[in-house]
């Protein structure tokens, strides 16, 4: 497998006499646009993205308006996983100099809620490595939730692996509003990056955790290798599971991790990708996750005219851009934080705005 530049450019381009702004208009009906032209998008010439990232455009404003939700991260547990996923820092097998922690106690995981609150973020991902928790661990984090919830009322997301119908329950209970599960690529190159669990567990997964009434986000990795059906296939697959959230993530090559090597995903791909993404799930939040600052270098800003969300801080493993950066670029954009019903003066006075400009 090799996460090179010539397997993302190599699709042929389907047949499609649809316009880009035919593709909006569909959009803006809420429906998905058709496969042939989510292929074609991928496969556009440079010199069209910024006619496909005006159609995403269209349907971005239509559906969230000036909005961007922020999401912080905490990584709640690192390394020590017996998973073999290529693209991870924190697999079996890497070699990267990453900390090595278990799962952190009550107090750390309520600093890293205070950081989410005081960087503005809607929400608090709490992220744990393993193949899935243990009942102690799942018993741990509902009860930090709980506390959370009363302190700071911040939306929280957990991302714990592989779950039990009665984990998603217990964390329903406590308060947890959604549980992250990334599909991470297509069906059909899922054995490509791991061999120590298969795609149709991450479907069971999101089913539980769907019956169990928690919301689901889940997204993928771009440039892994994948080709650009691969891609298409992941963005149909969440608009047919009605996900809430998709993360996507464009790889960061790490050094150590199996997928280690430098990947040439350039910048122009990555908004045909998010375009891509908006375009099929138009009513779904969009974010940029992992991989903006090194993928989308100087164009991250424009990855918001197709997204509506991003993260704030840190990744799992590698730095991001610091919080004040990422709110000048917003307010460079005309765009507003969304607070919603999280909103607290504090955040207000911060993002300089009144409070209805927050508001969506
Ligand atoms: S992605 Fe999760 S399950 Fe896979 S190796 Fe990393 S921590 Fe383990």
Request: aromatic share 6%; charged share 25%.
């Amino acid at each position: 497998m090799s996460p090179d530049a010539a397997t993302i450019s190599s699709s042929t381009s389907p047949v499609s006499s649809s316009s880009w702004s035919d593709l909006a208009t569909i959009a803006l009906q809420g429906e998905s646009i058709a496969r042939a032209d989510a292929l074609r998008i991928l496969s556009a010439d440079d010199d069209q993205v910024l006619a496909i990232l005006d159609a995403a455009y269209q349907v971005r404003r239509e559906f969230f308006q000036k909005s961007v939700q922020l999401y912080y991260l905490k990584n709640a547990k690192s390394g020590l996983c017996p998973e073999d996923c290529g693209y991870c820092s924190q697999a079996k097998g890497s070699e990267a100099g990453i900390d090595k922690y278990p799962m952190l106690n009550a107090e750390r995981l309520m600093d890293g809620a205070r950081k989410a609150f005081e960087s503005n973020a809607r929400t608090y991902c709490i992220v744990a490595s393993g193949r899935g928790p243990s009942d102690r661990e799942v018993d741990h984090v509902a009860n930090v939730v709980t506390q959370i919830k009363s302190e700071f009322g911040l939306h929280i997301c957990c991302c714990l692996g592989l779950l039990k119908p009665e984990q998603a329950l217990k964390l329903k209970d406590a308060g947890v509003d959604r549980v992250n599960h990334n599909l991470n690529t297509s069906e059909r190159f899922h054995d490509e990056i791991v061999s120590t669990h298969t795609f149709k567990d991450r479907l069971q997964t999101l089913d539980v955790c769907k019956d169990a009434g928690l919301e689901l986000c889940a997204g993928m990795i771009v440039g892994m290798g994948e080709t650009h059906e691969d891609v298409v296939d992941v963005a149909l697959k969440l608009a047919e599971l009605k996900v809430e959230s998709i993360p996507v993530n464009f790889l960061i090559p790490i050094e150590g991790a199996q997928l280690g090597r430098p990947v040439d995903l350039d910048p122009r791909y990555c908004l045909k990708v998010l375009s891509m993404f908006r375009l099929t799930n138009p009513k779904t939040e969009l974010r940029i996750a992992g991989g903006r600052e090194v993928n989308l270098r100087t164009m991250q800003s424009m990855g918001l005219y197709a997204a509506n969300s991003m993260f704030v801080s840190d990744y799992l493993t590698t730095p991001g851009q610091k919080a004040e950066e990422d709110f000048q670029m917003i307010r460079d954009l005309g765009f507003e934080i969304t607070a919603g019903d999280y909103e607290s003066s504090q955040l207000l006075e911060r993002f300089g705005k009144s409070s209805s400009a927050q508001q969506v």
